[in-house]
């Protein structure tokens, strides 16, 4: 009886370790690329927004950008906007 808990919990360790893997670890993973992306940003870099805009960053602040997108037009947004940086 005591083998068949010890069974149970072998095979519970197993499945959490396999969801680890599985989908937390990639998850962690894409995190850190995305906020080493975003601590990249510099002035003069091409970006796309989240929402699909084209623009090239004029300003870095701690927490926001200020994007230029067509002549004589920028608007300021938060980094967390930044969908990719276009090389």
Do not use: H
């Not at 680890?20 to 670890?25: C, E, L, T, V």
């Not at 960053?57 to 701690?62: A, S």
Request: glycine content about 10%; some cysteine.
């Amino acid at each position: 009886m005591a083998s068949q808990n010890w069974g149970s919990l072998i095979w519970l360790v197993v499945f959490f370790g396999i969801m680890y893997f599985a989908m937390i670890r990639p998850q962690q993973q894409q995190q850190k690329k995305r906020n080493e992306m975003l601590a990249s940003i510099k002035e003069g870099d091409k970006i796309v927004t989240v929402g699909g805009i084209y623009g090239y960053v004029t300003k870095v602040d701690k927490d926001t950008l200020c994007v230029r997108i067509a002549e004589k037009t920028e608007v300021e947004m938060q980094k967390s906007g930044v969908g990719a940086v276009v090389r």
